[in-house]
């Protein structure tokens, strides 16, 4: 086992060979200028910190992983040389892959990640939903299941496609607003936790989250809908005067 410990730093400028079974684990600072391979089910873990954390310059090359590589929540893995990928790349958390315009990312394996996308300057990321759309993407791949830990909005020039069988889920607290896509979507896409829904079956836009804000919505012209869906027990807020604006059907679910 080769361990780079905490506050330490390893500069590889020659060749690291991880035979099968064997392991890397780093709580430290990995600057890698020269090649790194692991074979069978050997295993590298990569540090939380900074997204500068592990680099791969653009004279290296991370390559022939056949094993694990696991990226822990906060930290990052920066490409700009060569990543090929056969075996396993786990991404905890908010843990981010970028493949830079001058990278070159060659996935035959898996990458556990939520989201894909890529940024005005060509560079590939790969993290969470919300590491996409805090980045302005405009076209965002969603590759397995992710639950909301904050209010969410999909903006009108937004587009998230969704992967066969993933699903989205929105908590008691938490909202979703989709004024975009949401392309590949269907009926068991959404898991909605939360009071109410609804949909504007002419715009698209659809709205998951508490009663209150379901009919607050509504009466914004362009998202009123013909029905809003309430899906658990709810209590209104008649402080804030509710209206259920004319044509629109509230359905109460048993």
């Not at 056969?86 to 493949?99: F, I, M, P, Q």
């Not at 909301?148 to 607003?177: A, F, M, R």
Request: proline share 3%; aromatic share 4%.
């Amino acid at each position: 086992k080769l361990d780079v410990s905490e506050g330490g730093k390893l500069d590889n400028t020659g060749n690291i060979s991880l035979k099968d079974g064997a392991a890397m684990d780093v709580s430290g600072t990995v600057e890698n200028g020269g090649n790194v391979t692991t074979e069978g089910n050997a295993t590298v873990k990569l540090p939380s910190g900074s997204e500068d954390s592990v680099n791969s310059n653009a004279e290296a090359q991370w390559t022939e992983n056949e094993g694990n590589l696991n990226v822990s929540e906060g930290a990052g893995l920066n490409v700009s040389g060569i990543f090929d990928n056969k075996g396993t790349l786990d991404l905890e958390g908010n843990a981010d892959l970028t493949v830079s315009n001058t990278g070159t990312f060659n996935n035959n394996g898996t990458v556990s990640s939520e989201a894909q996308w890529t940024d005005e300057n060509g560079d590939k990321h790969y993290g969470t939903l919300k590491d996409a759309l805090d980045s302005g993407a405009k076209d965002i791949e969603l590759n397995k299941d992710t639950t909301l830990t904050e209010d969410t909005v999909i903006p009108e020039d937004t587009t998230v496609t969704v992967n066969n069988g993933v699903t989205i889920t929105v908590p008691d607290n938490k909202s979703l607003e989709i004024n975009g896509k949401l392309e590949g979507a269907n009926e068991n896409t959404i898991i909605n936790q939360n009071e109410a829904s609804w949909k504007n079956p002419e715009t698209g836009k659809q709205f998951y989250g508490n009663l209150n804000d379901a009919l607050t919505k509504t009466n914004e012209p362009e998202n009123t809908p013909s029905q809003i869906t309430v899906n658990k027990d709810a209590e209104l807020d008649v402080s804030k005067h509710p209206e259920i604006p004319a044509g629109v059907t509230v359905e109460v679910k048993e």
